[in-house]
């Protein structure tokens, strides 16, 4: 990702764990947490990171974890 935004590739960039997330969001049964920052005329959209103190921390960020079945509808 480097790379591309060195060469003014794009002005929005994001992994493919958070594109995912956004695409799905409506239907997610966890809530998450993303961070979006700005700068030199580009967006930055990633999870947002966990602190120390959180480590362990039932309301941490889902995205730091693998769910499955995450949105189905057989629980």
Known sequence: MRELIDNNVADVF???VVAAAMM??????????LEIRKGDGK????RRQADD?????????IMN????CESSVDF
């Open 14 to 16: 994001t992994t493919d």
């Open 24 to 33: 799905v969001m409506t239907k997610s049964n966890y809530s998450f947490d």
């Open 43 to 46: 967006i930055f959209i990633d």
């Open 53 to 61: 103190e959180d480590e362990g921390n039932k309301y941490s960020n």
């Open 65 to 68: 974890y693998n769910t499955v």
